[in-house]
């Protein structure tokens, strides 16, 4: 491990990931309020916290290309870390993923409402009105599919 972090360290060439402000922001949330965290404990940590994600977007992406995906999935990386030997972090993993698709949904669904209020507006228009008028056009679908 220790030559695992000296390479790290050494790798100077590798974009940054996450912000040192990042870093510290979750170091000083994890620790007591009267620790003092030097700037070389700040560096070692964010170049581990790159190599840990680096480690896992790689394998991730080695297990998407051999099962011939084209997206990056939570599956992916969920295996990633079984892979690694890093099972401890799948449950967080879950939460996290579960938590993401329903926030996900939620900020669809009020761009879409946000979207029709807009052109209810631009036409005039009321929610009803739109809503009225999507029903009748409905109708007119089945209507049709029903005569075919």
Same mark, same amino acid.
């Given at each position: 491990?220790? %030559?695992? %972090?000296?390479?790290?360290?050494? =790798? @100077?060439? *590798?974009?940054? +990931?996450?912000?040192?402000?990042?870093?510290?922001?979750?170091?000083?949330? !994890?620790?007591?309020?009267?620790? &003092?965290? =030097?700037?070389?404990? &700040?560096? %070692?940590? =964010?170049?581990?916290?790159?190599?840990?994600?680096?480690?896992?977007?790689?394998?991730?992406?080695?297990? *998407?290309?051999?099962?011939?995906?084209?997206?990056?999935?939570? +599956?992916?990386?969920?295996?990633?870390? /079984?892979?690694?030997?890093?099972?401890?972090?799948?449950?967080?993993?879950?939460? %996290?993923? @579960?938590?993401?698709?329903?926030?996900?949904?939620?900020?669809?669904?009020?761009?879409?409402?946000? &979207?029709? /209020?807009?052109?209810?507006?631009? !036409?005039?228009?009321?929610? /009803?009105?739109?809503?009225?008028?999507?029903? /009748?056009?409905?109708?007119?679908?089945?209507?049709? =599919? !029903? @005569?075919?």
């Amino acid at each position: 491990l220790f %030559v695992h %972090v000296q390479t790290i360290m050494e =790798s @100077e060439e *590798r974009q940054q +990931v996450l912000s040192k402000a990042t870093i510290l922001t979750i170091m000083k949330e !994890n620790t007591p309020p009267s620790l &003092r965290v =030097s700037n070389e404990a &700040r560096d %070692v940590m =964010s170049k581990c916290c790159d190599e840990f994600l680096q480690m896992i977007s790689t394998e991730a992406q080695s297990i *998407r290309d051999e099962a011939k995906a084209r997206s990056l999935s939570t +599956v992916h990386i969920m295996s990633a870390f /079984e892979k690694l030997e890093m099972s401890e972090y799948l449950d967080d993993c879950q939460t %996290v993923a @579960e938590g993401h698709s329903v926030s996900r949904k939620k900020r669809r669904e009020r761009a879409k409402n946000n &979207r029709l /209020e807009e052109k209810a507006k631009a !036409n005039n228009l009321s929610m /009803e009105d739109l809503q009225r008028m999507q029903e /009748e056009m409905f109708a007119a679908a089945r209507q049709k =599919s !029903n @005569e075919m």
